[in-house]
């Protein structure tokens, strides 16, 4: 099928939701002949840094001389971004054509009886069956959300399990609490692995041990106390992990820590220390506190749940000490918005809130409403050039010019809107 058939195709299989289960995705693959068995797999779980961590791993090792594939969600730029292999996005063609394949044995399902696979059930398929095809070395698979029952868990023997930060969200579908959202991450944690994870919360630290131990995994954590951070502005950051130097360019001390999550991953599947080095310094991350201009100077953040605000607040007073603050602020409805509009409004100078074109987008009369109940200035706008443009005449207003830089402007909220403040 053709590339608009196909995300017809996918649009359509939107509609089934979210069906928690590993039955119908571990059907389509037998049906496939088990691609997802072909390559060897890095499987990430957890609430904040997934991407951030397998940004570092994924460089390290492409720079090693590794065919790496990636599976990544959500995206920002682009529907096939979601499919990557050595960094490059999957082909229109290549995307028609294998879905054209996976969609044929789910009809086969369906003629049999058995339940169609959701839309992200089809996208993991898909990916599986590219990597096989391309004969990755490695394949670096994020789960969309939770673990245990998530469509990439499927996966038998993982090189490496890796659990980023957990902290709270989705409770709808993980649960009301940390203990249990992290059992569910957890349940990535396969007999006789290795798993690796950042630093925790105690009860989540506690349950990943404990699964460990369950499973005879070995565990691997970050260890704090070999860490020490050398130097940090808003070029680069350098630091000593167990007695080595590494330097990385994405902004914020969160990185560093998924930058020391990454080395353990990396020295676990035995990467030479100097291919980390190298891979650290090089890794870019579009949409994680992205530097996009400098006069006035925009960062964008993709910061979407509780702690990630948490992390940009502490950013923010960190870096930008004494200068004014422009958000410009889109976020989906089923977030904890009003925690959101707490957390920033602190140091928020100015807003603009836009509607982020999902149907979970918030609207931005609801969100500019919450802001100005904090005593902040609120404006509302439709698209990026009307949001800056608002943005540059606030502080032609305020200031006349902005040639000491006294204001920042900060795009964040959900990675559905942030694409286009971000050059390609």
Same mark, same amino acid.
């Given at each position: 099928?053709?590339?608009?058939?196909?995300?017809?195709?996918?649009n359509?299989?939107?509609?089934?939701?979210?069906?928690?289960?590993?039955?119908?995705? +571990?059907?389509?693959?037998?049906?496939?002949?088990?691609?997802?068995n072909?390559?060897?797999?890095?499987?990430?779980?957890?609430?904040?840094?997934k991407?951030?961590?397998?940004?570092?791993?994924?460089?390290? =090792?492409?720079?090693?001389?590794?065919?790496?594939?990636r599976?990544?969600?959500?995206?920002?730029f682009?529907?096939?971004?979601?499919?990557?292999i050595?960094?490059k996005?999957?082909?229109e063609?290549?995307?028609?054509?294998?879905?054209?394949?996976?969609?044929?044995?789910?009809?086969?399902?369906?003629?049999?009886? /058995?339940?169609?696979?959701?839309?992200?059930?089809?996208?993991?398929?898909?990916? /599986?069956? !590219?990597?096989?095809?391309e004969?990755?070395?490695?394949?670096?698979?994020?789960?969309?959300?939770?673990?245990?029952?998530?469509?990439?868990?499927?996966?038998l023997?993982p090189?490496?399990?890796v659990?980023?930060?957990?902290?709270?969200?989705?409770?709808?579908?993980?649960?009301?609490?940390?203990?249990?959202i992290?059992i $569910?991450?957890?349940?990535? &944690?396969?007999? $006789?692995? %290795?798993?690796?994870?950042?630093?925790?919360?105690?009860?989540? !630290? $506690?349950?990943?041990?404990e699964?460990?131990? @369950?499973?005879?995994?070995r /565990?691997?954590?970050?260890?704090?106390?070999?860490l020490?951070?050398?130097?940090?502005?808003?070029? @680069?950051?350098?630091? +000593?992990y167990?007695?080595?130097? !590494?330097?990385?360019? =994405?902004?914020?001390?969160?990185? %560093?820590?998924?930058?020391?999550?990454?080395?353990?991953?990396?020295?676990?599947?035995?990467?030479?220390?100097?291919?980390? +080095?190298?891979?650290?310094?090089?890794?870019?991350w +579009?949409?994680?506190?992205?530097?996009?201009?400098?006069?006035?100077?925009?960062?964008?953040?993709?910061?979407?749940?509780e702690?990630?605000? =948490?992390?940009?607040k502490? $950013? &923010?007073?960190?870096?930008?000490?004494?200068k004014?603050?422009?958000?410009?602020?889109?976020v989906l409805?089923d @977030?904890? !918005?009003?925690?959101?509009?707490?957390?920033?409004?602190?140091?928020?100078?100015?807003?603009?809130?836009?509607?982020?074109?999902?149907?979970?987008?918030?609207?931005?009369d609801i =969100?500019?409403?919450?802001?100005?109940?904090?005593?902040?200035?609120?404006?509302t706008?439709?698209?990026?050039?009307?949001?800056l @443009?608002?943005?540059?005449?606030?502080?032609?207003?305020?200031?006349?010019?902005n040639?000491?830089?006294?204001?920042?402007?900060?795009?964040?909220?959900?990675l559905?809107? %942030?694409?286009?403040?971000?050059?390609?």
């Amino acid at each position: 099928m053709d590339y608009n058939t196909a995300l017809k195709y996918i649009n359509d299989k939107n509609k089934l939701g979210i069906v928690p289960g590993l039955d119908s995705i +571990k059907e389509l693959l037998r049906r496939l002949g088990n691609p997802e068995n072909d390559c060897k797999a890095l499987h990430i779980a957890g609430t904040n840094g997934k991407g951030s961590v397998f940004a570092f791993v994924e460089k390290s =090792l492409v720079d090693s001389g590794y065919k790496v594939g990636r599976y990544i969600s959500p995206t920002i730029f682009t529907y096939l971004e979601r499919f990557q292999i050595n960094m490059k996005y999957m082909d229109e063609e290549t995307f028609g054509e294998l879905l054209d394949i996976v969609a044929k044995k789910i009809d086969e399902m369906e003629e049999e009886g /058995f339940v169609s696979p959701t839309a992200f059930e089809i996208e993991t398929a898909v990916a /599986f069956l !590219y990597f096989s095809r391309e004969k990755c070395d490695y394949m670096l698979l994020e789960c969309g959300m939770g673990g245990k029952l998530d469509a990439t868990n499927v996966i038998l023997s993982p090189v490496v399990s890796v659990i980023a930060r957990i902290s709270m969200d989705h409770m709808q579908y993980l649960g009301d609490s940390l203990e249990k959202i992290a059992i $569910n991450k957890a349940g990535i &944690i396969k007999d $006789n692995s %290795i798993c690796v994870s950042t630093v925790q919360e105690k009860e989540v !630290y $506690n349950i990943l041990k404990e699964t460990c131990e @369950k499973h005879s995994a070995r /565990f691997i954590t970050v260890d704090e106390d070999k860490l020490e951070i050398l130097s940090e502005d808003t070029d @680069k950051s350098v630091f +000593k992990y167990k007695n080595e130097i !590494y330097e990385i360019t =994405l902004l914020g001390e969160h990185q %560093i820590l998924n930058a020391v999550t990454a080395i353990e991953v990396l020295k676990a599947v035995g990467t030479d220390n100097e291919y980390i +080095k190298k891979g650290l310094r090089k890794t870019v991350w +579009k949409g994680r506190m992205t530097k996009v201009s400098d006069e006035p100077p925009i960062y964008v953040d993709g910061a979407h749940n509780e702690e990630a605000w =948490l992390v940009l607040k502490h $950013n &923010i007073n960190k870096y930008f000490t004494n200068k004014r603050i422009i958000y410009i602020i889109g976020v989906l409805k089923d @977030k904890e !918005y009003g925690k959101m509009v707490d957390i920033l409004c602190d140091n928020m100078d100015y807003a603009i809130t836009i509607t982020p074109n999902t149907p979970r987008g918030l609207d931005k009369d609801i =969100l500019a409403g919450l802001i100005r109940k904090k005593g902040v200035e609120a404006d509302t706008a439709d698209n990026a050039e009307m949001a800056l @443009k608002k943005a540059f005449g606030y502080i032609k207003d305020s200031d006349g010019s902005n040639t000491d830089n006294k204001f920042v402007i900060m795009v964040c909220g959900s990675l559905s809107f %942030i694409a286009d403040y971000i050059p390609v």
